[in-house]
């Protein structure tokens, strides 16, 4: 049999040097190395190559090298300047799978395409599996075939290596971040987990794997879990912020804050979901921490007015009512002394005004009426109130109010209508007020709208929270804290509504024992 002889065919004018760096980032050009024994064979592919002047001018150059053992290949494959191998399978030194395996272990990254005879196409196939990028017949490659193979075979590795590598960074990315992440198929169960499942909930990754994803929730998140679920598989979405308390192997509860996208197929199908887990347990905690702080310094303010307003109420009423009948009965008492008669009677009036100024401040502080009579009540004494003060008239509707609430709403809405009240009368210039309170399906609503000059909400809510007053942030927190929603409507020139919505029940029942633990300690 002939064999070839390790050569080095030059089929372009200007070859580069042995050991060049590899040509293809040159234009279009490719070193090609033939690892093939038959001469007739590596004839007729060098043939194939070599420019014929009749294609395209934009056609490549190729630069081909030979070599008729898998011995001499690797040689030359060691000075790692080749772009491109082309590979008999029966070679003197090496025969079938072997040789690619050898071909690849000594160049990874060089693309290989298998030369096969009509009747080991299929010991070709298996070549793929191995690394090849592509096998070709011998005899049945065309010039254009040729090309076309050895083009693809050094894009395609080009792009194997690009997403390997992309895939990499990616998993040193996932493997190291404190962050959950994984995935699910669509019975919720999980098909991926990284390593930081097992600082968050104690868990290898493995022990989770193929495990129902809902099973490791609390029990009372589980519902807006599959709630959510549900929507999302619907519309073949994901979700953001999602937050739900999850199990850990111990036994405690960690809060994780979920993200995740919908997996589709090419047809559009949901296949599951991928997503990312935060554990934001120590900020949920530090919330709760706040909010209780919050609360316990609103009960022991509002305790504290309490106490001031009785102390108002019982000791210095009780003294100006005595200053007050004493006066009087000395202008009474002696009427003859006209001069001492008038300035009798004007230190009446002022222990009187004095007097009233005291029980108006002793109200502002904490009505009696809250504790003893109920919102209702306390509320339509101080609209009577407020309404001499400020000279603008104003009416309540109350519906609901028969039973008491908790403390802790009465106080909210009796300080947020204060508070509106008072702004009503510093800033709109209203001719008119109205007042709407109802509970109705364990809701509270109020309703305080002014015909008033309006203003700005968008530039007062848009404005730096040190350029702010606090009227309003307060009324926000105060509303925040009972679980309830404040909605602010103005218009310069058309008045102001505020909304106010407290729910009696669920997260506010929270609050309220929090209130109530605290007031009783
Ligand atoms: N009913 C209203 N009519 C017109 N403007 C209002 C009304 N309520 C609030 N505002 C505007 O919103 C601003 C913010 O009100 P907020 O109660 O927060 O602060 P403030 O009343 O100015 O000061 P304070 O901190 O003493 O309450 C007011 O300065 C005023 O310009
Ligand atoms: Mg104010």
Redesign the pocket.
Known sequence: MLTSADTTIKLSPDPPTLGSPAVSDQAKSFKVLLIEDNVIDAQLLRAALAANGKGPAEEPIFYLESASTLAGGLKRLAQKDIDVVLLDLSLPDSQGLETVAAARAQSPNVPIIVMTGLDDEAVAVSTLRQGAQDYLVKGHADRRTLIRAIRHAIERKRAQEALRESEEKFRSIVETTNEWIWSIDLRGELTYSNPAVRVILGYRPEELLGRCWALLMHESDRQLLLTRLAEAVIQKTGWSGLVMRWKHKNGTYRHLESNALPILDSNGNLLGYRGSDRDITEQEQAKQERRQLQLRLVTLQEEERHRLSRELHDQMGQSLAALMLGLKSMENADPSQHAGGLRLHHLHELANQLAQQVHTVAMDLRPTALDDLGLETALSNYLEEWSERSRIPADLHSAGLGERLPTHIETTVYRIVQ?ALT??H???NARNVSVIVEFRDNRLQAIIE?N????DTEA?ISAPVKD??????GMQERIALVGGSLNIESTPGFG?TLFVRIPASGSDQEAAHLCTSYASS
């Open positions: 508070e702004n009503v510093k800033h709109s002014d008033g000059s309006g203003f007062l702010r007053r606090l009227g309003l942030l102001t």
